[in-house]
């Protein structure tokens, strides 16, 4: 158990539809980073917060979104959904950025249960 | 554009060999290669490298970091069927420590 907990573990819904996965890091951990597993894809980064602000956006389609609330948890916002956004949605944490605002390299992230997305 | 590659793609083995998986990466501003194991879920972390010719260990487990090469080596010694996942290789790099995974090894341990 790595201390990042997800909800929901599967969801199933229809295309057209919105959907909000919620991540909650580690405790003490101030960075939440969104990731996509598709079988065909990988692991694709799609964005990172840090302490509540929007670091750094990777293959982030318009019709997603996200947001870090002041407890450190995340939610990332899923619409117009398509069947090819059938994925697993991770989050993952790491510690926390330096005091100069920039990102202590060596922290490792730790990833949570995941989310099944099923697009139908 | 940042890339890691992963070598091989897939492979089968028998309990008792030993594998060897590589991982190559292109990273602009590079910090710290990870590498990841995942079985039915979420991958679990392994061990990160940020200093190039120390090798990291953890039981029948170890890697090494060729920063001049840029590229990373994950040992296992032994293998036993609980070792059968995909492993994950993972370059971070700049300001935000976003990490640029590759796309797996699975590894299949035959009894």
Redesign the interface.
């Known amino acids: 158990d790595s201390g990042v907990t997800q909800t929901p573990k599967h969801l199933i819904t229809a295309t057209g539809q919105r959907v909000t996965l919620r991540c909650s890091p580690r405790s003490g951990d101030l960075s939440v980073y969104w990731y996509q597993q598709s079988l065909d894809q990988g692991l694709q980064f799609l964005i990172q917060y840090y302490n509540g602000e929007e670091r750094a956006k990777g293959n982030i389609l318009e019709r997603f979104s996200a947001q870090q609330f002041p407890d450190l948890h995340s939610e990332l916002n899923l619409s117009s959904l398509e069947l090819g956004d059938s994925a697993l949605y991770f989050c993952a944490s790491s510690v926390a950025v330096g005091t100069s605002g920039r990102a202590r390299g060596t922290d490792t992230q730790y990833f949570g249960p995941g989310t099944r997305l099923t697009v139908l | 554009e940042d890339k890691v590659v992963q070598s091989p793609l897939s492979l089968v083995v028998h309990e008792g060999d030993t594998v060897t998986l590589n991982c190559s990466y292109e990273v602009t501003n590079f910090?710290?290669l990870?590498w990841?194991k995942q079985e039915k879920?979420?991958?679990?972390?392994l061990f990160?490298l940020?200093s190039s010719g120390i090798e990291k260990k953890s039981g029948r487990l170890s890697s090494i970091l060729d920063k001049k090469e840029l590229f990373s080596i994950l040992n296992i010694t032994a293998t036993q069927t609980g070792d059968s996942a995909i492993y994950?290789c993972?370059a971070?790099?700049?300001?935000?420590?976003?990490?640029?995974?590759?796309?797996?090894t699975l590894l299949a341990v035959q009894p």
């Open positions: 910090r710290s990870l990841y879920k979420a991958p679990t972390f990160m940020t994950l993972a971070g790099g700049g300001a935000t420590n976003k990490l640029i995974f590759g796309t797996g």
